[in-house]
Structures are given as C-alpha cells and as structure tokens.
C-alpha cells in the first residue's frame, strides 16, 4: 500500500479506520484472559493496542485510543472497574502517545523500535504511578512507593515480556507490509 500519492484527506481516514480497528482490538483482546482475572492482569492485553495504534498511527491517534480504551471498555463491560479504568486510560495514553512520537522521531532502524517501546513502557508507567499518587492526594488516602514498584513493575513482568517480545514483530511485519502510514 503506497501511502505517498494520498491526500492528506484520504491519509486521516485511514489512520482513523486504523485506530478504530486498535480500538475494536482493545476491547475484546482482555476476554482471551478474562476468565483468569489474574492473568489478565499480569499480560496487560489492552496495552498492546494502543502501543501498536501509537507505532501505525502517530502519536495523536495512540494517544487517543488508549485514554478512550479503559473507559469505552468500563462502560460497555464494566471492566475494568473504576478507578482502575481511569488510572489506565492516562497510563495508556502515554503509551501510545510516546511509541508513536519517539517512532517518528528516532531512525527507522530495528533498535528504534525496541528504544520507541521500552521508553512508552516507563513513561506510562510513571504517569499511571503520578496519577494513581494524585488521586490518592485527593482521596485522602495514601500510595506509597512499594505500592507503585508492586503494581508498575513486579506484577507487570509477564506483560512486559510478551509486550517486549510481540510488538515489535508486529511492527516490522505491518512496516515490511507497507500498511505503516507515513513513517
């Protein structure tokens, strides 16, 4: 698919279609581990759709599908269940927001990919962290640093190798596709 002769019209409309399709993914991926609550939990399987929209798409559409993702899915399924559904919505909203841009950015190599995920990882991480320590703030309770390390990091291990071992292999095989839009 030659995206270069596209009006930027046509260009917007596909890159919406896209996102649809990463938000469409986003919904239905957790009922593969949903039966097992904690093993959905441990794989993230939302995050892996707005990683992707974020690498496709841009930064703007990866941003935007995974803050609507947590919260389409509580209201439609109840699931995840607030305020978890708002602490990961910002979350993933850095997710794709940062894979897309750092994408864009850094040289269309194979380590740019894995450097695009990886940095998307943390950096939502953190803001899940930064969210989830301001709502406490405004809850008048407490979110204590051992709180943040369980919940970003050690129960997040499984996710992150099936993240670290599947996205980019998806992202080479759409980006040797040529189904990448505007790298």
């Given at each position: 698919?030659?995206?270069d002769?596209?009006?930027?019209?046509?260009?917007?409309?596909?890159?919406?279609?896209?996102?649809?399709l990463?938000?469409?993914?986003?919904?239905?991926?957790?009922?593969?581990?949903?039966?097992?609550?904690?093993?959905?939990?441990?794989?993230?399987?939302?995050?892996?759709?707005?990683?992707?929209?974020?690498?496709v798409?841009?930064?703007?559409?990866g941003?935007?599908?995974?803050?609507?993702?947590?919260?389409?899915?509580?209201?439609?399924?109840?699931?995840?269940?607030?305020p978890?559904?708002?602490?990961?919505?910002?979350?993933?909203?850095?997710?794709?927001?940062?894979?897309?841009?750092?994408?864009?950015l850094?040289?269309?190599?194979?380590?740019?990919?894995?450097?695009?995920l990886?940095?998307a990882?943390v950096?939502?991480?953190?803001?899940?962290g930064?969210?989830?320590?301001?709502f406490?703030?405004?809850?008048?309770?407490?979110f204590?640093?051992?709180?943040?390390?369980a919940?970003?990091v050690?129960d997040?291990v499984p996710g992150?190798?099936?993240?670290?071992v599947l996205?980019?292999?998806?992202?080479?095989?759409?980006?040797k596709?040529?189904l990448?839009?505007n790298?």
């Amino acid at each position: 698919m030659k995206i270069d002769n596209m009006s930027r019209s046509r260009l917007r409309i596909l890159k919406l279609i896209y996102s649809a399709l990463f938000l469409a993914l986003a919904m239905v991926l957790p009922f593969l581990t949903g039966q097992i609550p904690e093993i959905g939990a441990a794989l993230s399987p939302m995050h892996i759709p707005a990683l992707l929209c974020g690498f496709v798409c841009g930064w703007p559409w990866g941003l935007a599908v995974g803050f609507v993702a947590p919260l389409l899915r509580n209201a439609v399924f109840g699931m995840p269940m607030m305020p978890g559904a708002a602490f990961m919505a910002f979350e993933m909203a850095a997710y794709g927001a940062v894979a897309g841009a750092l994408f864009r950015l850094l040289p269309k190599k194979i380590w740019a990919i894995y450097a695009s995920l990886v940095t998307a990882m943390v950096a939502g991480r953190l803001v899940w962290g930064a969210v989830r320590f301001v709502f406490a703030g405004l809850g008048h309770t407490s979110f204590p640093f051992s709180a943040f390390l369980a919940g970003a990091v050690l129960d997040a291990v499984p996710g992150i190798i099936l993240h670290i071992v599947l996205i980019p292999l998806i992202v080479m095989a759409l980006d040797k596709a040529g189904l990448i839009p505007n790298k």
